[in-house]
T-cell receptor, first 109, second 109 residues
Framework: SQTIHQWPATLVQPVGSPLSLECTVE??????LYWYRQAAGRGLQLLFY??????ISSEVPQNLSASRPQDRQFILSSKKLLLSDSGFYLC????????FGQGTRLTVV | TQLLEQSPQFLSIQEGENLTVYCNSS?????LQWYRQEPGEGPVLLVT?????EVKKLKRLTFQFGDARKDSSLHITAAQPGDTGLYLC?????????FGTGTSLTVIP
């Protein structure tokens, strides 16, 4: 069966510091991979998606970037965090349906 | 960016009552999913509907996809406290999943 791992679960970072969130998928090959951000109690905003190694599509221009160095690894990064980057970040994999990791609560202080 | 509006945004009902959540868009989707999310966790897939007019039942939950594949509804019969959570619809367009604005349901014992 397929599993998705996302870490860390929580993160507190100062403004201006870098960010790296990692997501890995097991049990499937060449999955579509996604990064979403969610405001409290609200819907999910699609940030990036990838259909293959090195292929990244950005939905919303912002202070974040994504990379896919391996088939089942998806990384969300920032060089300098802003206060507005705080939120709940979710990684997902899927083809016709999306399956999510446990999420990362990021607080920028 | 595809926009899916969910209504109501918040819903608080007594155990045993029935409820309906709506998901509306001006866009056509190849499929539509419903998810439930607990606080601090990733959304969990409940159902996928693909064909216009399709109705699917999952125990006390009934899902319907609109004839034009632009909207959907989720009906819960005899709600229970375990149904409490954030309900999200998501429409699939190509490789992307666009999520609705969310409906926060609280079922009071």
């Amino acid at each position: 069966s397929q599993t998705i791992h996302q870490w860390p679960a929580t993160l507190v970072q100062p403004v201006g510091s870098p960010l790296s969130l990692e997501c890995t998928v097991e049990g499937t090959s060449n999955p579509n991979l996604y990064w979403y951000r969610q405001a409290a109690g609200r819907g999910l905003q699609l940030l990036f998606y990838s259909v293959g190694i090195g292929q990244i599509s950005s939905e919303v221009p912002q202070n974040l970037s994504a990379s896919r160095p391996q088939d089942r690894q998806f990384i969300l990064s920032s060089k300098k965090l802003l206060l507005s980057d705080s939120g709940f970040y979710l990684c997902a994999w899927g083809y016709t349906e999306a399956f999510f990791g446990q999420g990362t609560r990021l607080t920028v202080v | 960016t595809q926009l899916l509006e969910q209504s109501p945004q918040f819903l608080s009902i007594q155990e045993g009552e029935n409820l309906t959540v709506y998901c509306n868009s001006s866009s056509v989707f190849s499929s539509l999913q419903w998810y439930r999310q607990e606080p601090g966790e990733g959304p969990v897939l409940l159902v996928t509907v693909v064909t216009g007019g399709e109705v699917k039942k999952l125990k006390r939950l009934t899902f319907q996809f609109g004839d034009a594949r632009k909207d959907s509804s989720l009906h819960i019969t005899a709600a229970q406290p375990g149904d409490t959570g954030l309900y999200l619809c998501a429409g699939a367009v190509g490789n992307q999943f666009y999520f609705g604005t969310g409906t926060s349901l609280t079922v009071i014992p």
